[in-house]
């Protein structure tokens, strides 16, 4: 997978319609190996949304305190922000089977860290209340990418999940292959 070359990631070529295009005419292995690439996309985008929702918590955080005269330092809410209280679940109920790998971590990673060295929030106190709140709005709008892309991600899965699961209704001995 590659930030740099956009006609070699796996986003894009998950989102390409030909991506599903004639899957009963594939073999098995090819419809479960779209799958997993399906699979691996959809862990590496929730795991680059929450970066994006977690760094954009704590800038809200900033702005908050901010509003209500200081508080406790930024560093000794880090739990009570990011925690999942009051986030909402967005899990569809599947048990996790792709484990990202530490590549991606790190490139998740990267994207996150480029987009807040370019907003310059790597430390909300050296900002203006202006610049806070331009560094939230770039977060907030590259989370909502990010989530649209999961969902065009998750279509797609959706679509290939169907098709295997017809092919094992068909012949219930493919599941054991």
């Keep these: 997978m590659s930030d740099d070359h956009p006609a070699n990631r796996r986003i894009d070529k998950i989102r390409d319609?030909?991506?599903?295009?004639?899957?009963?005419?594939?073999?098995?292995?090819?419809?479960?190996?779209?799958?997993?690439?399906?699979?691996?996309?959809?862990?590496?985008?929730?795991?680059?949304?929450?970066?994006?929702?977690?760094?954009?918590e704590i800038l809200?955080?900033?702005?908050?305190?901010?509003?209500?005269?200081?508080?406790?330092?930024?560093?000794?809410?880090?739990?009570?922000?990011?925690?999942?209280?009051?986030?909402?679940?967005?899990?569809?109920?599947?048990v996790v089977r792709v484990a990202v790998p530490e590549d991606e971590m790190m490139l998740a990673r990267r994207r996150v860290e480029r987009l807040a060295a370019d907003s310059g929030i790597s430390d909300p106190s050296t900002l203006n209340d202006e610049e806070l709140g331009a560094a939230i709005d770039a977060l907030v709008a590259e989370?909502?990418?990010?989530?649209?892309?999961?969902?065009?991600?998750?279509?797609?899965?959706d679509v290939l999940q169907d098709e295997l699961k017809r092919r094992y209704k068909e012949n219930p001995s493919l599941s054991l292959q």
């Design 60 to 94: 809200k955080a900033e702005v908050e305190a901010r509003e209500h005269g200081g508080g406790a330092p930024l560093v000794d809410r880090l739990v009570e922000i990011l925690s999942d209280e009051g986030h909402p679940v967005t899990s569809r109920g599947e």
């Design 17 to 56: 319609p030909s991506f599903v295009d004639g899957l009963s005419a594939m073999s098995l292995d090819d419809v479960r190996a779209r799958r997993d690439d399906a699979l691996a996309e959809r862990e590496y985008l929730s795991l680059l949304r929450r970066l994006l929702q977690g760094r954009a």
């Design 143 to 157: 989370e909502e990418r990010t989530s649209e892309a999961r969902r065009d991600v998750m279509n797609v899965l």
